[in-house]
């Protein structure tokens, strides 16, 4: 991750929303492309990124290393509907994102 793009996520305050369990600097540079995603999931449905996941959850899922669907129904407030609907993009990004970051 750019200096850069830390320096915007600390001025939006994005690393204080997920600040139970601070992220380092490779899972930060994984959540932002999940949150990427999801704001460009949210703008083409017409709703607001939260309605899609909120930043706790694109956390959990980086924190976790998931790769499953059920992981991912596992997570508080993800239910069955985000599962069905967002999830399969999501490990998907997640599980390449991860292996980009580890390289």
């Known amino acids: 991750?750019?200096?850069?793009?830390?320096h915007r996520a600390l001025h939006l305050g994005l690393l204080a929303t997920i600040s139970s369990?601070?992220?380092?600097?490779?899972?930060?540079a994984v959540f932002?492309?999940?949150?990427?995603l999801l704001k460009s999931l949210a703008e083409a449905e017409g709703v607001p990124p939260y309605a899609v996941?909120?930043?706790?959850?694109?956390a959990s899922m980086v924190r976790g290393k998931l790769r499953t669907l059920d992981a991912l129904g596992r997570i508080e407030g993800v239910g069955p509907g985000r599962v069905d609907r967002y999830g399969a993009r999501f490990l998907a990004l997640l599980e390449q994102a991860l292996v980009l970051a580890l390289a």
């Open 32 to 36: 932002a492309k999940l949150r990427e």
């Open 21 to 28: 369990q601070p992220l380092s600097e490779v899972d930060f």
């Open 1 to 6: 991750m750019s200096r850069r793009s830390l």
């Open 53 to 58: 996941f909120t930043n706790e959850h694109l």
